[in-house]
């Protein structure tokens, strides 16, 4: 699965970083292949965004997903290209996904260490080191998804979303399960 071949003759966008089991990079593979019945160890992150009132946006992942599609989600979930730093590629990845401008400085990571392994109705497999960042939305800034990415979306109180997710898991994506279970009933910007 791992490509051996130098990064440079491949687009670093279509790229993931492996991880060996001590959660340093060993590799890379081809992002859109790297996820099978087999997903190797790699790096991830997530984003919980917030609202000036407090609340959360909620995505629903669009059905052409390859994995989990139509399942509600957090913000914005992707893979740091090789090199690239981890809060800038979720900035990138904001940016993309929902329209909404971020810099790695807005960005506060409330699990660095979060890990996680699923398998989807179809066999897919995710298994992930993916930290979760948390990020207030800027004033003015309005979602502006990606239709290929985000079928709806929802500002949501955390609370409210931490009990959904609590009485009705499988409505969710597993990540999602575990961020809001380790995270618990109350989601700020500070760690």
Known sequence: MTDASPIATLDPA??????????RPCGTAPRLQVHDADTPLHLAFSVHLLDAQGRTLVTRRALGKKTWPGVWTNSCCGHPRPGEDIRVAAAR???????????????TVRLPD???????????VEHEVCPVHVALVPDGQVVRPDPAEVAEYAWVAWPDLWEA???TPFAFSPW????????????????
């Open 114 to 124: 979060f890990q996680y392994h699923a398998v989807d109705a179809s066999g897919v």
């Open 93 to 107: 990845r904001v940016g993309e996904e929902l329209g909404i401008r971020l810099t790695a400085d807005d960005l």
């Open 176 to 191: 999602l399960v575990l961020q809001a279970e380790a995270i618990g009933p109350v989601l700020s910007q500070k760690a």
């Open 14 to 23: 279509d790229l993931v970083v492996l991880l060996d089991d001590a959660h």
């Open 165 to 167: 997710v609590r009485r």
